[in-house]
C-alpha cells in the first residue's frame, strides 16, 4: 500500500545534540512538507520542497535543515540551535500538479529533548 | 499570508449536525480552502476542499460565502468517531508550481453521546 512513513513514532534526544527525522512516502509525490505542532497552536511550516534536490524554507525554518536527494524521502534535522525542539512533527507530501489538491500525512514523531 | 480563524472548540449531540464557521477574511483569489481533521496522535486526514463553490462528499459539506471570506464545514449526522481538531486551511500559490498549506489553531469537535 502506498503511503508516507514518519520514524520513529517517539524521540528522546538530550539537549545541544543534533536529531534527524525520517519521513518517506512512496506514492510518487513531487512536493513534500514538514510542520511542527505545539500545543494550542495549529500546524506551522518549518521547510517545504516542490521537487528533487530544491527545497524553501517555510515560516520557521531557523534551527532546522532539511535535504531532498531523493524523491521518496525528506530528512528533517533538528539542530542544536533551534531553541525548543519538544514538539510534535509532522511530515506531509502531494502530487506536484497544479491540479492535485489532497496532502497526505504521516503519523508524526514526536520530539522531546531533555 | 493570509489566514484562517476558528473557534476554539465546538460540542455536539451525536446524530445531530454541527457547523464549523471559519474566517479567512485575507484570503486571496487563488487560495482554495480545505478542510483537514486530526485525530489524537494523528496526522491530519483530508476531509474536503472547495474554491468558490459549495460542495459535497461522503465526509462532508462545505459552505463558501459569496465573498470567499468565510466558509463553514457541515458535517451532517455527528457520530463520536468525528471527534476531533478540525483545521481550516488555505492552499496558497507561491509561484512556480509551489503550495503552501497555512493552518490555523483548529477547532476541537466534542460529540456527546
Known amino acids: 500500500d502506498g503511503g508516507i512513513t514518519q520514524s520513529p513514532k517517539y524521540l528522546f534526544r538530550k539537549e545541544g545534540q543534533n536529531v534527524t527525522l525520517s519521513c518517506e512516502q512512496n506514492?510518487?509525490?513531487?512536493?513534500m512538507y514538514w510542520y511542527r505542532q505545539d500545543p494550542g497552536q495549529g500546524l506551522r511550516l518549518i521547510y517545504y520542497?516542490?521537487?528533487?534536490?530544491?527545497?524553501q524554507k517555510g515560516d520557521i525554518a531557523e534551527g532546522y535543515s532539511v535535504s531532498r536527494e531523493k524523491k521518496e524521502s525528506f530528512p528533517l534535522t533538528v539542530t542544536s540551535a533551534q531553541k525548543n525542539p519538544t514538539a510534535f512533527y509532522l511530515c506531509?507530501?502531494?502530487?506536484?500538479?497544479?491540479?492535485?489538491?489532497?496532502?497526505?500525512f504521516g503519523q508524526g514523531t514526536r520530539l522531546t529533548v531533555v | 499570508d493570509a489566514k484562517t480563524t476558528q473557534p476554539n472548540s465546538m460540542e455536539s449531540n451525536e446524530e445531530e449536525p454541527v457547523h464549523l464557521p471559519c474566517n479567512h477574511s485575507?484570503?486571496?483569489?487563488?487560495?482554495?480552502i480545505h478542510w483537514y481533521r486530526q485525530l489524537p496522535s494523528q496526522g491530519p486526514e483530508y476531509v474536503i476542499h472547495g474554491l468558490t463553490s459549495n460542495v459535497n462528499n461522503r465526509m462532508a459539506s462545505l459552505a463558501i460565502a459569496e465573498d470567499r471570506k468565510s466558509s463553514t464545514l457541515i458535517l451532517h449526522r455527528a457520530t463520536l468517531r468525528d471527534a476531533a481538531v478540525y483545521y481550516c486551511i488555505l492552499r496558497a500559490y507561491r509561484g512556480s508550481g509551489t503550495y503552501k498549506y497555512i493552518f490555523g489553531t483548529g477547532t476541537r469537535l466534542k460529540v456527546l453521546a
Open positions: 485575507t484570503i486571496s483569489g487563488t487560495d482554495y
Open positions: 520542497s516542490q521537487i528533487v534536490n530544491d527545497f
Open positions: 506531509a507530501s502531494r502530487r506536484g500538479d497544479a491540479g492535485s489538491t489532497e496532502a497526505f
Open positions: 506514492l510518487n509525490h513531487d512536493a
